[in-house]
Every structure is written in structure tokens, then in C-alpha cells.
């Protein structure tokens, strides 16, 4: 595997998706690559943030339903020993999935689901926690489909309202993905508006966003020409003259 290769592998390391081979190879790329040990340390940190933004308490009942349950069910007794010509499974690990990101928002997912029949008897709490997991599904998607990209790229500024954020970014899925950090709390009837920043042309809105949720996220598209991501203080529902305030608190190069 070539360096070039070596580099776009970050994303699907941060994850645990690469092969034996894969993961030996590039652990070895690592220790010689400061950027790419440092863009593994953020899309760890991302994909941590991510899964903790869908985790769920369980219901309040769980554990005494649960008990209940397995003090109703009828354990069956150990195996002595085989049978004659019996063949002993084989408890190979199933493949890793590479979805980057979605990786630790599925493991968040995952928990609305955990003892499913015993903590949900009513069907329709049921089918409301599934479209629930759905949709939250349907909302990490575009940031999976980034940090799985193989032209995935990371960089982070800060604010000078306190805070930052960093930028994920794939320019062949023409799609960047900004996630706070730390970015401070917005006034009352105020919020933060990102800008894409083009050489010779006016910004162009990128969404919006509120500080004081430390790892919020922003998805923006149409990267094509853009050369910086800005955030400008706004009122709420965003610039009425749809250029940026004097109020500009952060300013990065896209990264490379």
C-alpha cells in the first residue's frame, strides 16, 4: 500500500473497520504521521460525540421487568457432553461494517433496541421507538457518508467568542460537516450562521447553528470553489440581508 493510500485510511481506522493487514500497516504509518495521528484523535473524538448524542436512559421498569421475565422463563439444563458426529459451531467474528461515524451513532441506536421484546410489551411504544431510530438513522447519514469518504479531510479553528469547531470535509461528496466545541452560549434572540467563502464572490449561507451544545452538528453542501468556512453572529433565523454581520467570530482555510 502506498503512502498516498495510507493517509485516506483514517476514517475507517477511527472506527475499527480496516483488516488485520490493513490496521498493522497503518498503525506503522502512524507512528511517522503527525496529521494523520492527529486526524484519527478527531474522528475518534467525533464518532464518541456522536454516539452520545443518541444515547437513551432505559425505561425506569427495565431492570424489574427484565427479572421478571427470567424468573418466568424455563432454563434449560447444560450439555454433558457432544453427541456422536455432533460439529461444534464455528464462533468466527462476523466481518466489520465500515460506515465511518454512523459506526457510533448506530452503537447509540443500538440501545433503544436492547432486550426490544422485554422492555417494550406494547406494540405501539414498540413501532414509536423504531421510527424514532429511524429517523435518527435518516439524520446521521450525511455526516456517515463524509467521514467514510476516502478524500475525508479535518481541521479545526477557534472562535473569538470562546470555543471553536472542526471541519470534516470531502470534496468528491461535495459535502463538509462543522461540529462545535466548546463554542460559547449565544445571547438571547441570537445565533450563530456558518458561510462558505468563495475567491471574488459573496459567501454563501451554510446553515445554522447554536453555541453552548458542545458537539453540535452543521452539514452543508455545495463546496465547489469555496476556499474558507466562516461563522457570523446573527439574529435568530439568520442574516436578513443574507451576507454575514460584522460580528464574524471564526474564519478557517478549508482543509487540505
Not at 13 to 22: G, I, K, M, N, P
Not at 116 to 126: C, E, Q, V
Not at 212 to 229: I, M, P, S, T
Amino acid at each position: 500500500m502506498t503512502m498516498p493510500e495510507m493517509h485516506t485510511l483514517t476514517g475507517a481506522y477511527a472506527v475499527d473497520a480496516l483488516s488485520e493487514l490493513e490496521r498493522a500497516q497503518f498503525q506503522r504509518h502512524l507512528g511517522e504521521c503527525a496529521s494523520c495521528a492527529q486526524e484519527v484523535l478527531e474522528l475518534r473524538m467525533t464518532a464518541t460525540r456522536l454516539g452520545a448524542a443518541l444515547a437513551e436512559d432505559p425505561p425506569s421498569d427495565l431492570k424489574r421487568r427484565v427479572l421478571a421475565q427470567a424468573m418466568a422463563t424455563r432454563q434449560q439444563p447444560p450439555k454433558a457432553s457432544f453427541e456422536a458426529g455432533e460439529r461444534i459451531k464455528d464462533r468466527r467474528r462476523a466481518p466489520r461494517w465500515a460506515i465511518a461515524a454512523a459506526a457510533a451513532a448506530i452503537v447509540g441506536l443500538a440501545g433503544t433496541a436492547v432486550f426490544g421484546g422485554i422492555a417494550y410489551d406494547n406494540h405501539s411504544r414498540l413501532t414509536a421507538a423504531r421510527e424514532q431510530a429511524d429517523r435518527d438513522a435518516d439524520r446521521y447519514a450525511p455526516v456517515a457518508e463524509v467521514l467514510s469518504a476516502a478524500d475525508l479531510r479535518t481541521g479545526h479553528a477557534d472562535a473569538s467568542v470562546g470555543g471553536g469547531g472542526t471541519v470534516m470535509m470531502s470534496r468528491a461528496k461535495d459535502r463538509l460537516v462543522f461540529m462545535s466545541a466548546q463554542l460559547a452560549k449565544n445571547d438571547p434572540g441570537r445565533i450563530y450562521q456558518a458561510w462558505l467563502m468563495y475567491p471574488g464572490a459573496a459567501p454563501k449561507p451554510a446553515g445554522l447553528i447554536s453555541g453552548g451544545q458542545d458537539g453540535a452538528l452543521l452539514v452543508a453542501d455545495g463546496l465547489k470553489g469555496a476556499e474558507k468556512f466562516a461563522l457570523s453572529v446573527e439574529q435568530d433565523g439568520g442574516s436578513p440581508t443574507g451576507t454575514p454581520s460584522k460580528d464574524v467570530v471564526m474564519v478557517m482555510s478549508m482543509p487540505t
